[in-house]
C-alpha cells in the first residue's frame, strides 16, 4: 500500500480566489486520479495526472477551472480556480496500487481536502 | 459504460450483529476488480475488501466478506459481528483490468452501528 499526504486538510476561501492542494506519496507511482466528492455524494473523477505529459480531465472538468501538475512520480498538486461555493467539496487524491510497474486495480486515498468556498 | 448501483443509502445494524450491504454492477467486461471501500466520519477512504472477476471463491478479510454472483453482476458485502468503528460510508467500486481503467463508484450506504 502506499502511504498518502495530502495538504491542506482543510480551509475556508473566499469568492473569487484559486487554492492549490498538495499530495505527496511514499513511493513512485505512475498514475495519480484527483477526486471531487460533494456533500453526501460519491466520488467524482476530475483528472488522471501521469508523470510527463498533461492531466486527462473527464467529462464536466477544464485544465483553465482545475489545473494539474505532476512535477514527478511522487508529487502532484490540483488548483481549484476562480472558486464559487459550488466548488465546496472534499477533493481527495489518489493512487493506483502496483507502483511504476502494474495496476493491482485498487486506488490507495489520501486523507483529503475539505474546502468551504464563502 | 459501466455502472454501479447501490440501492440502500442508508442501513443500521446493532453492535454484534451482521448486516449486508448490496451492490450490482453494469459491465460488458469479462475481465475487472471489485473492491468495497469505507469512509468512515475521517474522511479517508479505505479499502475494506477487493474480488477478482475470475475467482469463483468469494474474497474474506476478517468479518468481512463479500458474495460474488458473476452472471446475476452482484457484488454485496457482508459485515459479521458489527463494531461501532464500523459506523461509515461504504462504496461499491468496479475496475477493469487495464492500465488506462478508471475506478468507477457507486452512490454509496451509509451504515450506522448502534449499541
Known amino acids: 500500500s502506499a502511504v498518502i499526504s495530502q495538504k491542506p486538510s482543510r480551509d475556508i476561501c473566499q469568492r473569487g480566489t484559486s487554492l492549490t492542494i498538495q499530495c505527496q506519496v511514499d513511493s513512485q507511482v505512475t498514475m495519480m486520479f484527483w477526486y471531487r466528492q460533494q456533500p453526501g455524494q460519491s466520488l467524482t473523477l476530475i483528472a488522471t495526472?501521469?508523470?510527463?505529459?498533461?492531466?486527462?480531465?473527464e467529462s464536466g472538468f477544464v485544465i483553465d477551472k482545475f489545473p494539474i501538475s505532476r512535477p514527478n512520480l511522487t508529487f502532484s498538486t490540483l488548483t481549484v480556480s476562480n472558486m464559487s461555493p459550488e466548488d465546496s467539496s472534499i477533493y481527495l487524491c489518489?493512487?493506483?496500487?502496483?507502483?511504476?510497474?502494474?495496476?493491482?486495480?485498487?486506488?490507495?486515498f489520501g486523507e483529503g481536502s475539505r474546502l468551504t468556498v464563502l | 459504460a459501466q455502472t454501479v448501483t447501490q440501492s440502500q443509502p442508508e442501513m443500521s445494524v446493532q453492535e454484534a450483529e451482521t448486516v449486508t450491504l448490496s451492490c450490482t454492477y453494469d459491465t460488458s467486461e469479462s475481465n475487472y476488480y471489485l473492491f468495497w471501500y469505507k469512509q468512515p466520519p475521517s474522511r479517508q477512504m479505505i479499502l475494506v475488501i477487493r474480488?477478482?472477476?475470475?475467482?469463483?471463491q468469494n474474497a474474506t478479510e476478517n468479518r468481512f466478506s463479500v458474495n460474488f454472483q458473476k452472471a446475476a453482476k452482484s457484488f454485496s458485502l457482508k459485515i459479521s459481528d458489527s463494531q461501532l468503528g464500523d459506523t461509515a460510508m461504504y462504496f461499491c467500486a468496479f475496475i477493469p483490468y487495464g492500465t488506462a481503467s478508471k475506478l468507477t463508484f457507486g452512490t454509496g450506504t451509509r451504515l450506522q452501528v448502534t449499541l
Open positions: 495526472a501521469n508523470q510527463g505529459s498533461e492531466a486527462t480531465y
Open positions: 489518489s493512487v493506483a496500487g502496483g507502483g511504476l510497474f502494474s495496476n493491482t486495480g485498487e486506488l490507495f
Open positions: 474480488q477478482e472477476a475470475y475467482k469463483q
